[in-house]
């Protein structure tokens, strides 16, 4: 079973639109949780990380489940410059000191005018 | 500041022969890795480093070597290229170990993309 799975979509809604990702994840002891996004052809670099509180950037709204084991990001009136692809990304253990990161295979979201 | 930097960024390859990429971070970042991302699995660990002189395996080790001779530079050398190693190739680094909120953001570079015929 893989660390981190994800819906791959694709996804495609419209300017304006809400639309909402999910991530489940292996490891009940996995201890942080991010969300990295993919322009097409360019590298991942990290949109927010995610607390058991839940937090906000802006449009975005990032949610954790623990017992769930659960993870969501949420994208409020969207805009063309969202379209890219979302990666659930997950640390291991606390017994882990390597920084290491699990990605998902990652959601495709297209936002079309 | 370059960030991290990635070199070459295209190359193509007959199976068999070798090659070197080079990954170069100007952020004196202790911990850097080797990804390879190809359609549908997503991005896999080959191998990382948690500071200058030491390697480890990561996900898919096998058919890659690593070396960490500066703080700066992590290689990434394939010895006979074989077709299965067609791939995108992503460097990251990162500063800080794990923790509930450590920050632990990888910073990567643009990624080699590499073809074996």
């Known amino acids: 079973r893989k660390e981190v799975e994800q819906d791959p979509g694709p996804f495609n809604v419209p300017e304006g639109a809400t639309v909402a990702f999910n991530c489940t994840y292996s490891n009940s002891a996995s201890q942080s949780f991010f969300w990295y996004r993919q322009d097409c052809r360019k590298e991942p670099k990290l949109l927010m990380s995610?607390?058991?509180s839940g937090n906000e950037d802006g449009r975005f709204t990032a949610q954790l489940n623990r017992a769930s084991q659960y993870i969501s990001l949420l994208i409020r009136d969207s805009k063309l410059s969202d379209s890219a692809t979302y990666l659930c990304v997950v640390t291991p253990d606390r017994g882990s000191t390597l920084g290491r990161l699990y990605f998902g295979r990652g959601t495709q979201l297209t936002v079309w005018p | 500041n370059a960030g991290v930097t990635q070199t070459p960024k295209f190359r193509v390859l007959k199976t068999g022969q070798s090659m070197t990429l080079l990954c170069a971070q100007d952020?004196?970042?202790?911990?850097m890795y080797w990804y390879r991302q190809d359609p549908g699995m997503g991005l896999r660990l080959i191998h990382y480093?948690?500071?200058?002189?030491?390697?480890a395996k990561g996900e898919v080790p096998d058919g890659y070597n690593v070396s960490r001779l500066k703080k700066q530079n992590f290689l990434l050398g394939l010895e006979s290229a074989a077709p299965s190693q067609t791939s995108v190739y992503f460097c990251a680094s990162s500063y800080a170990r794990g923790g509930a909120r450590a920050n632990n953001e990888q910073f990567f570079g643009p990624g080699t993309r590499l073809t074996v015929l």
């Open positions: 995610v607390y058991s």
């Open positions: 480093s948690v500071g200058e002189g030491t390697t």
């Open positions: 952020m004196n970042h202790e911990y």
